[in-house]
């Protein structure tokens, strides 16, 4: 069964940039059926997407974040990795990766999701 | 920017019927936006519910319905158990790759 995991630092200081790693196993990443994507949601508050990336490279970023976000896939390690430039206290949330179905754009697969802290 | 809204909280009656909507701040929702909806209780991940518009996902019981109602899609839950206590959110496709999720409507079963 695939199963996403998302891995990296669970503190970042302001203005550094934010890296995380989505790992996916039990499949393959390089499937046309899917996207690739990162949601992140601010404790107790709602969801919101980050962007998306096709195994190929193509890549699709929140207007409000694009010019901080970049989304990059590795085939040969089945991962794709989320860079967040610039952080400030505002970006502490927990971070989910995701597979979006291309077909009926949705998120069929979730990770557990990693908090991730902005803090000096 | 084109804002997706949903009711902030609602409140059900054990066995009773509930709508939550998803609308947007200008235009209408259609099946074109392909609306999914998502269910999530504290410190878990989002649990997908229905896509594309009424598609239910695997294992998710028939007491949860898409639709579209007037301009916004909307999901009904039927029979309301206490399980059903959560935070829905729902998901629009906007064109072009692009997503955005409803601020979420956080339901109490009482």
């Known amino acids: 069964q695939l199963q996403l995991q998302e891995s990296g630092p669970g503190l970042v200081k302001p203005s550094e940039t934010l890296s995380l790693t989505c790992t996916v196993s039990?499949?393959?990443?390089?499937?046309?059926?899917?996207?690739w994507g990162w949601i992140r949601q601010p404790p107790g508050k709602g969801l919101e997407w980050i962007g998306s990336?096709?195994?190929?490279?193509?890549?699709y970023y929140n207007p409000s974040l694009k010019s901080r976000v970049t989304i990059s896939v590795d085939t040969s390690k089945n991962q794709f990795s989320l860079k967040l430039s610039s952080v400030t206290a505002a970006d502490t949330d927990v971070y989910y990766c995701a597979r979006l179905r291309s077909s009926d754009w949705y998120s069929d697969l979730w990770g557990r999701g990693t908090l991730v802290t902005v803090s000096s | 920017q084109t804002v997706v809204t949903q009711e902030p909280s609602f409140s059900v009656s054990p066995g009773g019927t509930v709508t939550l909507t998803c609308g947007l701040s200008?235009?209408?929702?259609?099946?074109?936006?392909?609306p999914s909806w998502y269910r999530q209780t504290p410190g878990q991940a989002p649990r997908t519910l229905i896509y594309s518009t009424n598609s239910r996902s695997s294992g998710v019981p028939d007491r949860f319905f898409g639709s579209i109602l007037g301009n916004k899609a909307a999901l009904t839950i039927t029979g309301a158990q206490a399980d059903d206590e959560s935070d829905y959110y729902c998901?629009?496709?906007?064109?072009?790759?692009?997503?955005?999720f409803g601020g979420g409507t956080k339901l109490t079963v009482l």
């Open positions: 990336i096709y195994y190929r490279g193509s890549t």
């Open positions: 200008s235009g209408s929702v259609s099946t074109s936006y392909y």
């Open positions: 039990g499949g393959s990443i390089s499937s046309s059926t899917y996207y």
């Open positions: 998901m629009l496709y906007m064109g072009s790759g692009i997503v955005v």
